[in-house]
């Protein structure tokens, strides 16, 4: 019993007809479970917001703040993964809110401290395990080998997606208008 196998542009071969090769299945699956997981997360994250009224960045760093009472700004960023500009931008609508206050220490009065303000303490209830958090707490209950596959893989995936930036409608008929 022979198999008919085909050539790809890439140089890799295909089965032919009949069921596809094990690498095809399972890059199908994966695909079908990162969109799962982003679909899943958008909707978690896109009902804290309505239930809110703030982008999930601010439940995020009210979780860090929460878990990390006088976390200096700096900490909070890195933890988050976030641009010290950015974080500066959603502490101030945090302080906004009436979410946190931050505190410059005595020692140094560089070095200031975010703390959880009543309402924050309260929203943070309010919202706990609604998407912030959940991310992580779903993690945690995987076993070691599949934590460090994920470690491993992840960042894989996401070095080959198109760095993020602000969206220009105009560059794509600028690039469009260019004589070849």
């Known amino acids: 019993m022979s198999t008919n196998r085909?050539?790809?542009?890439?140089?890799?071969v295909s089965a032919g007809r009949g069921s596809p090769p094990r690498r095809t299945q399972l890059e199908h699956r994966a695909l079908l479970a990162a969109r799962m997981l982003v679909d899943r997360m958008r909707t978690l994250y896109r009902?804290?917001?309505?239930l809110t009224g703030a982008p999930i960045g601010m439940h995020r760093a009210l979780?860090?703040?929460?878990?990390?009472?006088?976390?200096?700004?700096?900490h909070l960023a890195a933890m988050l993964g976030m641009q010290r500009p950015a974080m500066s931008h959603l502490l101030r609508g945090m302080?906004?809110?009436?979410?946190?206050e931050r505190v410059r220490a005595e020692s140094d009065q560089r070095a200031v401290r975010i703390y959880l303000t009543a309402a924050g303490q309260r929203m943070l209830k309010l919202t706990a395990g609604r998407a912030a958090g959940i991310l992580q707490r779903s993690v945690r209950?995987?076993?070691d080998?599949?934590?460090e596959r994920l470690a491993v893989a992840l960042p894989l995936l996401v070095q080959q997606l198109p760095a993020a930036g602000p969206v220009d409608p105009t560059?794509?008929?600028r690039r469009q208008r260019r004589p070849r």
């Open 6 to 12: 085909t050539p790809r542009a890439n140089g890799s």
């Open 47 to 50: 009902e804290l917001e309505r």
């Open 63 to 74: 979780n860090g703040i929460g878990a990390e009472p006088g976390i200096q700004a700096s």
């Open 95 to 100: 302080v906004e809110r009436g979410w946190i």
């Open 141 to 143: 209950v995987l076993g």
């Open 145 to 147: 080998a599949d934590v």
């Open 171 to 173: 560059a794509q008929r």
